[in-house]
């Protein structure tokens, strides 16, 4: 089955060494994932950050993960309907600060520790708000960081409108949304044409993801908590976004 032509290896270095803290180094309750706390511990430890992003109503982009605001914050409510005032305004459960808007992370990373910034796009919702939004604020920044999403038409977007900005397409092969047949992750590669994969560690091994790294994609994989987990890492990809165990 075809794949996209692979990206230059200079482009993609920084994705296979390192390891990446999903969401920052969190423990659950102080510091909170996603939080500035948690990036400043992934920081600590010289490991790169994956991060979640959203917009605000006003088209301000923010390190969020959940569409719902009630599990990370006090306030009832979708995230997206409110606008940037009133999240600056918001803190996160715990003693955990405000939801940290992503030029505020790139303001403290500042090219330290590899970025993988993960764009939520939920189902029926349009890539281009969002993407332009983050392309925006990767404009001029300076550190290695990609752009990756479930979303296959987010890498698509950033291929045909931001081509210098790496890009990545998240995928499972098991769940609502997987990617459940072989001929289903093909297509998604060559719609989609990401840099690099990162990839449903359960899923491994897995005979696509052997070819794609073949091809000379770099592969991450997602979420490492167990010692059999890192060992499949270790054989099959190349860089894992993890959580220690116990969180």
Same mark, same amino acid.
């Given at each position: 089955m075809?794949?996209?032509s692979?990206? @230059? @290896?200079?482009?993609?270095g920084f994705l296979k060494s390192g390891r990446y803290a999903h969401r920052g180094l969190h423990s659950g309750q102080a510091p %909170?994932?996603?939080?500035m706390g948690a990036f400043k511990a992934a920081m600590a430890r010289g490991d790169g950050i994956e991060c979640d992003v959203r917009c605000s109503a006003d088209g301000v982009v923010y390190v969020f993960h959940d569409k719902i605001l009630d599990? /990370? #914050?006090? @306030?009832m409510g979708t995230f997206s309907d409110l606008d940037s005032r009133t999240l600056d305004a918001l803190r996160l459960r715990g003693d955990n600060g405000t939801v940290p808007r992503l030029s505020t992370l790139l303001s403290l990373v500042n090219g330290a520790v590899p970025l993988l910034i993960e764009l939520k796009i939920? #189902?029926?919702? $349009?890539v281009d708000t969002l993407c332009r939004a983050v392309t925006a604020e990767l404009t001029h920044y300076q550190g290695p960081a990609a752009a990756m999403s479930f979303h296959p038409g987010v890498s698509r977007w950033f291929r045909m409108h931001a081509p210098d900005i790496v890009?990545? /397409?998240? $995928? #499972?092969?098991t769940g609502k949304g997987g990617l459940h047949t072989a001929l289903s992750r093909y297509l998604a590669m060559r719609y989609a044409h990401p840099d690099f994969l990162a990839y449903?560690?359960?899923? %491994?091994?897995s005979a696509f993801v052997a070819r794609v790294r073949n091809k000379g994609f770099p592969v991450t994989s997602w979420t490492v908590r167990t010692d059999k987990q890192w060992q499949a890492v270790h054989a099959y990809a190349d860089a894992p976004i993890y959580e220690e165990q116990g969180e």
């Amino acid at each position: 089955m075809f794949l996209p032509s692979p990206p @230059a @290896a200079s482009r993609i270095g920084f994705l296979k060494s390192g390891r990446y803290a999903h969401r920052g180094l969190h423990s659950g309750q102080a510091p %909170l994932e996603n939080s500035m706390g948690a990036f400043k511990a992934a920081m600590a430890r010289g490991d790169g950050i994956e991060c979640d992003v959203r917009c605000s109503a006003d088209g301000v982009v923010y390190v969020f993960h959940d569409k719902i605001l009630d599990r /990370l #914050t006090e @306030a009832m409510g979708t995230f997206s309907d409110l606008d940037s005032r009133t999240l600056d305004a918001l803190r996160l459960r715990g003693d955990n600060g405000t939801v940290p808007r992503l030029s505020t992370l790139l303001s403290l990373v500042n090219g330290a520790v590899p970025l993988l910034i993960e764009l939520k796009i939920d #189902t029926g919702e $349009a890539v281009d708000t969002l993407c332009r939004a983050v392309t925006a604020e990767l404009t001029h920044y300076q550190g290695p960081a990609a752009a990756m999403s479930f979303h296959p038409g987010v890498s698509r977007w950033f291929r045909m409108h931001a081509p210098d900005i790496v890009r990545g /397409l998240v $995928a #499972t092969e098991t769940g609502k949304g997987g990617l459940h047949t072989a001929l289903s992750r093909y297509l998604a590669m060559r719609y989609a044409h990401p840099d690099f994969l990162a990839y449903d560690v359960r899923d %491994l091994p897995s005979a696509f993801v052997a070819r794609v790294r073949n091809k000379g994609f770099p592969v991450t994989s997602w979420t490492v908590r167990t010692d059999k987990q890192w060992q499949a890492v270790h054989a099959y990809a190349d860089a894992p976004i993890y959580e220690e165990q116990g969180e």
